[in-house]
């Protein structure tokens, strides 16, 4: 799997981007999705992931990193194979170079050695 981020950019504090992940290669919709974020200086810092439950109610299901479950949204569209973070409230601490992330595997998607490929990443500044 190939992974494009885009939507990356400035914006104030306050402010909002939508970032973009589009995937190329076979069985999209089975894929579990994930962002990171790795800030100047920090380690690599997962975000928000979102899965494919499987079972009899089988649905997506999403899951945050507290600091920014109240502000950023995981989405899909898996006829564009595509995944989504859209990023509300931004803040100076937000900036950060931007990375998505696809694996088959199932387990602790907030780790980053689950993922079997990663985005080039996006860069975000947010300004005070």
């Known amino acids: 799997v190939q992974l494009q981020a885009s939507g990356g950019g400035s914006v104030q504090a306050g402010g909002s981007l939508r970032l973009s992940c589009a995937a190329s290669?076979?069985?999209?919709?089975?894929?579990?999705m994930g962002w990171f974020r790795r800030a100047p200086g920090k380690e690599r810092e997962f975000l928000a992931t979102?899965?494919?439950?499987?079972?009899?109610?089988?649905?997506?299901?999403?899951y945050y990193v507290d600091s920014v479950k109240d502000r950023f949204t995981i989405s899909r569209d898996n006829a564009k194979d595509t995944v989504y973070l859209q990023m509300n409230n931004l803040k100076p601490e937000d900036t950060a170079v931007y990375y998505c992330?696809?694996?088959?595997?199932?387990?602790?998607?907030?780790?980053?050695?689950?993922?079997?490929?990663w985005g080039q990443g996006t860069l975000v500044t947010v300004s005070s």
């Open positions: 290669g076979r069985n999209f919709s089975s894929l579990n």
């Open positions: 992330a696809a694996t088959f595997q199932r387990g602790e998607l907030s780790q980053t050695n689950l993922y079997d490929s």
């Open positions: 979102i899965w494919w439950s499987g079972g009899s109610a089988a649905k997506y299901n999403a």
